[in-house]
Structure formats: structure tokens, C-alpha cells
Nanobody, 125 residues
Framework: QVQLAEAGGGLVQAGGSLILSCAAT????????LGWFRQAPGKEREFVAA????????YYTDPVKGRFTISRDNPKNTVFLQMNFLQPEDTAVYYC??????????????????WGQGTQVTVSS
């Protein structure tokens, strides 16, 4: 079983930056595909970014392209999400997720097997 724990959320003014981290337990961390999702109040959980187990492939939803960067540090069992130029529209609970394999799409939440509890990101205008 893989356990994920997010950290780094908080309150930031529009235009500011935050870096989220997700620490994982599990001996096969380096083979997992990893993703970040977010969910705003009253909204469906949406895909943010993902990274393949080789770290050579990354994927982003259009609203965050050029602002967010996903990365991973396999020796430390950690995945990161660097968020720059944050906007109020980015306010949400952010979740990290791990998938043993991706069958069709890195953006499909149903592909992921393990989820963290989430960390709140609030961007004030």
C-alpha cells in the first residue's frame, strides 16, 4: 500500500508563489506515475499536472501551463508542484495521486490508485 501526504498549502496573494510537496511511503515509489489534482468548493475534482515514472514526460492542464511545474525526487519519495503567479481561480484543495500504470490518460482521476488527504491553497485578490 502507498500512503501520500501533501504539504505546503496556505494563503497567498495573487501573483505570489507556493510549492506543494507530497511525501510517499512504499518501496515501489520510483515506478509510479504521479499527478496533482485540485477541487474547489462546489466543483468537480480536476486535473492539474502529472509526471511519468521516468520523469521524462510531464502533462499540464491549459490554465496552469507556464505557471506550474511538476517534478519528482525518487530517492526522497516526493513529488512537488511549484506554483507561480497564482490567481484566485487557483484556490482549491490540492491532492496528489499515484498510479501504478496509466492506461489511457494522465488527466483521468480514475487512473490513479492512491490519494493524499489534500492541502488547501487560497489565493486572495
Amino acid at each position: 500500500q502507498v500512503q501520500l501526504a501533501e504539504a505546503g498549502g496556505g494563503l497567498v496573494q495573487a501573483g505570489g508563489s507556493l510549492i506543494l510537496s507530497c511525501a510517499a511511503t512504499g518501496r515501489a515509489f520510483g515506478t509510479y506515475n504521479l499527478g496533482w489534482f485540485r477541487q474547489a468548493p462546489g466543483k468537480e475534482r480536476e486535473f492539474v499536472a502529472a509526471i511519468g515514472w521516468t520523469s521524462t514526460r510531464t502533462y499540464y492542464t491549459d490554465p496552469v501551463k507556464g505557471r506550474f511545474t511538476i517534478s519528482r525526487d525518487n530517492p526522497k519519495n516526493t513529488v512537488f508542484l511549484q506554483m507561480n503567479f497564482l490567481q484566485p481561480e487557483d484556490t482549491a484543495v490540492y491532492y496528489c495521486a499515484a498510479a501504478r500504470s496509466i492506461r489511457e490518460s494522465f488527466s483521468d482521476a480514475r487512473e490513479y490508485d492512491y490519494w493524499g488527504q489534500g492541502t488547501q491553497v487560497t489565493v486572495s485578490s
